[in-house]
C-alpha cells in the first residue's frame, strides 16, 4: 500500500464511527478538494515515511492513528494542507475521506461490499467454534464497518463523474482499479 493509502485509510478511518451517521451527500467542491489534496498528502507522507509505524495506520483505533501522525510531525501539516484546499477542519477532510474512499470502493469494485459483509455476518452467526465474546466484537466490527458504508448511495453519483481521477488515487486498492 503506498503512503498516500496509508495516510487516505488512517484520515478516513479517524473518526469512522462517529462520521458514519447519514449525512448531506458529497458534492462536487468536496470531492474536488480531495482529488487536489491527494497529491500533497503523497508528498507529505513520502517525506516522512521513515517515521511512519505501518502498523499505526492499519489501526482503526483514533488514538493510535493520531500518535502516530504526530509522532511523524504531520498532524499540523495535515490540518494545514486540507484547509488550503478548503476543508474547514481535519475532521471534515477524514470524512470525505471516508465516504469518497467507500463510493470508489462500490463503484469500481467487484460488487457491493455490504453484500459480503451480510455474508460474513451469517458465517459469524452459524460459527459454533467461536465463543459469545468473539462473536460479538467481530459482529460488532463488521456492524461499524457497515456504518461507514450509510451514505453511499447518495455519493455515488457525485463521485462518478471523478472516477477516472480517483482510480489514479486508489490504483489497485479495488479490483477494479489499476
Known amino acids: 500500500m503506498t503512503v498516500l493509502r496509508r495516510l487516505i485509510v488512517a484520515f478516513a478511518f479517524l473518526l469512522m ?5 447519514a449525512a448531506e451527500p458529497l458534492t462536487p467542491k468536496q470531492v474536488e478538494g480531495f482529488i ?13 515515511a521513515d517515521e511512519f509505524d505501518g502498523e499505526s495506520f492499519q489501526s ?4 493510535t492513528i493520531v500518535e502516530a501522525l504526530e509522532a511523524a510531525g504531520i498532524a499540523k501539516d495535515y490540518e494545514a494542507l486540507v484547509k488550503k484546499h478548503g476543508f474547514t477542519s481535519s ?10 474512499m467507500t463510493a470508489y470502493m462500490v463503484s469500481a469494485g467487484d460488487g457491493d461490499p455490504r453484500v459480503q459483509l451480510d455474508e460474513a455476518r451469517a458465517q459469524v452467526k452459524s460459527d459454533d467454534s467461536l465463543d459469545e465474546e468473539t462473536r460479538a466484537g467481530i459482529l460488532k466490527d463488521i456492524d461499524a464497518t457497515e456504518r461507514a458504508f ?15 481521477q480517483l482510480r489514479e488515487i486508489f490504483g489497485g486498492l479495488v479490483s477494479g482499479g489499476e
Do not use: C, W
Open 17 to 21: 464511527p462517529g462520521l458514519a451517521l
Open 60 to 63: 482503526l483505533d483514533a488514538k
Open 36 to 48: 487536489a489534496v491527494a497529491p500533497e498528502l503523497e508528498k507529505l507522507g513520502t517525506e516522512h
Open 150 to 164: 450509510a451514505d453511499v448511495d447518495a455519493d455515488k453519483p457525485v463521485i462518478t463523474p471523478y472516477i477516472e
Open 91 to 100: 475532521f471534515e477532510a477524514a470524512d470525505v475521506m471516508r465516504r469518497v
